[in-house]
Each structure stands twice: as structure tokens, then as C-alpha cells.
């Protein structure tokens, strides 16, 4: 069974840093996009970053939302069937703060680059347990 669960949120002073860590495991196919999604109170969803590969290949590509460029960098490594996804967070902003969430999508086979854009806009197929980033001022 397919599943993905997120760690690392924390409580950070504006301008830190902190790093949010995903692992997926249960995987059916070879390639998937797995991503982070935050909530901040009061506000609809968001895209934040997500990347591609494959069980079977070490190519990794990644995404990230317009506004995320910069500051945010995501990454991941695998062990046999395991598959962690880090994000690392800098110069966080009181704004950063939200509920994060890490999101996971199978694929039967590698997709274009708008698909996986398009994955960050509208959501993936399973959805880990959140972790609050709170950035104080």
C-alpha cells in the first residue's frame, strides 16, 4: 500500500532555515512525482515543489512553483524501495508559514515537464499528514 509521510516542520525565526523531509514507500510503478503543497490559515492550497524520476533510473527532475524559486530547494534519495524527498527552506519568511504537506503521484510512465506543473496546481493522487512551518517575525 502506497504511502507518504512528512517530518520536519518546526517553529523558525524569520531569515532561518529548516528542512522538511517525505518518504514514500509502496510504490506499484517505476516513476512517480512526488511534491510539497502548503496551507497557510485562511488560504486555499498552494504548489510549492515537486520532482520526477524512476525506480529504475537515478534522473531526477524537479519543479517548483514560480514564486518558490530561489529559497526553496527540493531533492531526494532512495534506498531500495524507499523513497525520501527533502525540502529545504531559507530565508524563511513569516509568510512561509503554513501547514506543509508532501503529496505523491504514480505514473505509468514518464510524463512531459507541464504535466508535473500541472500536478502542483491541481494536487496529486496521495496525500501524506502535514507539518507545520511556523516563521516568527
Known amino acids: 500500500m502506497f504511502s507518504c509521510r512528512a517530518s520536519g516542520g518546526g517553529l523558525v525565526q524569520a531569515g532561518g532555515s529548516l528542512s522538511l523531509s517525505c518518504a514514500a514507500s509502496?510504490?506499484?510503478?517505476?516513476?512517480?512525482?512526488i511534491g510539497w503543497f502548503r496551507q497557510a490559515p485562511g488560504k486555499e492550497r498552494e504548489g510549492v515543489s515537486c520532482l520526477s524520476s524512476s525506480l529504475s533510473s537515478s534522473d531526477t527532475s524537479t519543479y517548483y512553483v514560480n514564486s518558490m524559486k530561489g529559497r526553496f530547494t527540493i531533492s531526494s534519495d532512495r534506498t531500495k524501495n524507499t523513497v525520501t524527498v527533502s525540502l529545504q527552506m531559507n530565508n524563511l519568511k513569516p509568510e512561509d508559514t503554513a501547514i506543509y504537506y508532501c503529496?505523491?503521484?504514480?505514473?505509468?510512465?514518464?510524463?512531459?515537464?507541464?504535466?508535473?506543473?500541472?500536478?502542483?496546481?491541481?494536487?496529486?493522487?496521495?496525500w501524506g499528514k502535514g507539518t507545520q512551518v511556523t516563521v516568527s517575525s
Open positions: 503529496a505523491a503521484e504514480e505514473l505509468m510512465r514518464p510524463m512531459p515537464s507541464t504535466y508535473y506543473m500541472d500536478l502542483l496546481h491541481y494536487g496529486m493522487e496521495y
Open positions: 509502496g510504490f506499484t510503478f517505476d516513476d512517480y512525482a
